[in-house]
C-alpha cells in the first residue's frame, strides 16, 4: 500500500531554514500529484505547495511564496519542501499527501482531493 512518511521537522528560530523530506513508496508515482500542507491545532488544513511528479510542475500558495520550494528526486521517491526564511506563523503539523488522478497541468488545493497522508511532522519557529 501508499506510504508517506515525512521527516525534516523541529524547532527553529525566525529567519532560518528547515528542509522537510517525504519519503513514498508503495507505487509508481509518475502519474500522482504531490502536496505538501500544514495544520495548527483548531483550525483547517492548509495548502502549502504542489508538484505533478512527472512534469516537476509546482504551486505554492502566496503565504509561502518565495520563500518555500517543493521539489522532488526521482531516484530516491522523495519529494522535499525547502523552507527559508522561516516566520512564527508557519508553525504547524506538516503533511506530505498524494493525489491521484488529477486532470493534466492541474495541482488541487483542497485536502480531499488527496487520497494518501502522511503522520505530519511538526514545525515550530520560535521569535
Known amino acids: 500500500q501508499v506510504q508517506l512518511v515525512e521527516s525534516g521537522g523541529g524547532l527553529v528560530q525566525a529567519g532560518g531554514s528547515l528542509r522537510l523530506s517525504c519519503a513514498a513508496s508503495?507505487?509508481?508515482?509518475?502519474?500522482?500529484?504531490m502536496g505538501w500542507f500544514r495544520q495548527v491545532s483548531g483550525k483547517e488544513r492548509e495548502f502549502v505547495a504542489g508538484i505533478r511528479w512527472r512534469s516537476g510542475i509546482t504551486t505554492h500558495a502566496d503565504s509561502v511564496k518565495g520563500r518555500f520550494t517543493i521539489s522532488r528526486d526521482n531516484a530516491k521517491n522523495t519529494v522535499y519542501l525547502q523552507m527559508n526564511t522561516l516566520k512564527p506563523e508557519d508553525t504547524a503539523v506538516y503533511y506530505c499527501?498524494?493525489?491521484?488522478?488529477?486532470?493534466?497541468?492541474?495541482?488541487?488545493?483542497?485536502?480531499?482531493?488527496?487520497?494518501?497522508w502522511g503522520q505530519g511532522t511538526q514545525v515550530t519557529v520560535s521569535s
Open positions: 499527501a498524494a493525489a491521484s488522478g488529477v486532470m493534466v497541468s492541474q495541482i488541487p488545493t483542497a485536502p480531499t482531493n488527496y487520497a494518501y
Open positions: 508503495g507505487r509508481t508515482f509518475s502519474s500522482y500529484v
